[in-house]
């Protein structure tokens, strides 16, 4: 499917929940995608995880489906049901032939509207999510990763990883699970996409059956304190007993409603996240000069409705850390001190236009953007003119959002690995 081929029916049920239609009848397949705009960013103090252990036993189980007979059930159409949660959304994903699509929607509105959360899925989630946890202490990067979210989102929810921590997973009881699908999950913060060979208003009366007597007087979505980005340099340092020492730089971000996120997309292709040996960073440090085993910056990937982070990384041995680290920032002040040029801004245009095909390759990927073009506002014309929006970017342009969303002083350095 290309950009320009979908269309989408848009629906709202009078509680709040909006549908998002796109029929595709080239093949006899569907998606749905539910979202609950309830992610990491709802957990409560002291329980970091909980929006994701919540839902992740959205389908062990519902009022009118054990957990094995839905698991039977799902099974039976020849699709994929799995859930999700990250820093803001939570939900399901449903990939089956579209034959069975009452039965799909059936399926969504039992796990979404009335899970039951068993003791013994709860306890067996728990220690998964535990285990899960254990093992990424192991993991370099995803220690330095949380340690600069800790700081760039300090006395937020967002300090933690939407996974949790192991001291606040271990704290999680199962009547805090049933607590925060009480409260944070209703109509009103729920988004629903269905894409593939269906009929609209056939799905739109299923949806009114299935969705449309759903209320939750108790909902509340908590706002986040004021995020501002950091004044000062800070650093954070984790010995490991490692060969590699694991190097991130970073600060707040942007949110993806920010007008400025098109010419940072472009930023980040010349900066530190294209392909190939095309971003200055990679080319540079790991290719010309030796002093990574890997590198990369980007600033745009982790903006969604709250700010993002610009991070840069690097891993390198020790004896290269000063050599890497003033590399990574020598790259940063060049690109804000001489801007970029034109064939480096035509070489980013053409990449983010002609990659932009592959976020509608298949129905579920056409599902996801549905709901992100909705969440974000970006209006249902957005796939035609996303390609005339980084078209018509400058190198000014460019030039202008690197010196003002890039800060090479005030950012936090992170070091893990052999430091001792």
Known sequence: ????????????????????????????????????????DQNPAGRPGLANLTARLLDEGTEAYPAEELAELVEGTGGVLGTYSVRELSGLGFNLP?????????????????????????????????NQLRAARDDPYQVADHLLSRVVYRGTPLEHPPAGTIHGVRKIRRDDV??????????????????????????VEAVRERFGDWDNPGYRRDPLPPLSRQSAPRQRRLHLDREQLHILIGHLGVPRSHPDFHALQVLDIVLGSGPGFTSRVPRRLRDDQGLAY??????????????GRFLAYVSTSPENRAAALEGLLDEIELLQREGISEEELTLAQDFLTGSFVFDFQSNADLARFLIQTELYGLGEDYPRRYPEIIRALTVEDVARVARLHLDPVNYTRVMVGPLR
């Open 1 to 40: 499917m290309t950009p320009l081929s979908y269309r989408v029916l848009r629906h709202r049920l009078p509680n709040g929940l909006r549908l998002l239609i796109s029929e595709n009848r080239r093949l006899p397949l569907l998606s749905l995608t539910a979202c609950v705009v309830a992610g990491a």
């Open 98 to 130: 579209a034959r069975h699509w009452r039965l799909a929607l059936e399926v969504m509105a039992e796990t979404l509207r009335r899970p039951v959360f068993p003791r013994r899925h709860f306890l067996r989630e728990r220690e998964r999510l535990l």
């Open 178 to 203: 049933r607590n925060f699908h009480g409260e944070k999950y209703a109509p009103s913060s729920t988004l629903l996409a269905v894409a593939g060979d269906v009929d609209s208003a056939a799905v």
């Open 294 to 307: 890997t590198t990369f910056s980007d600033i745009t990937s982790s903006s969604g409705l709250w700010p």
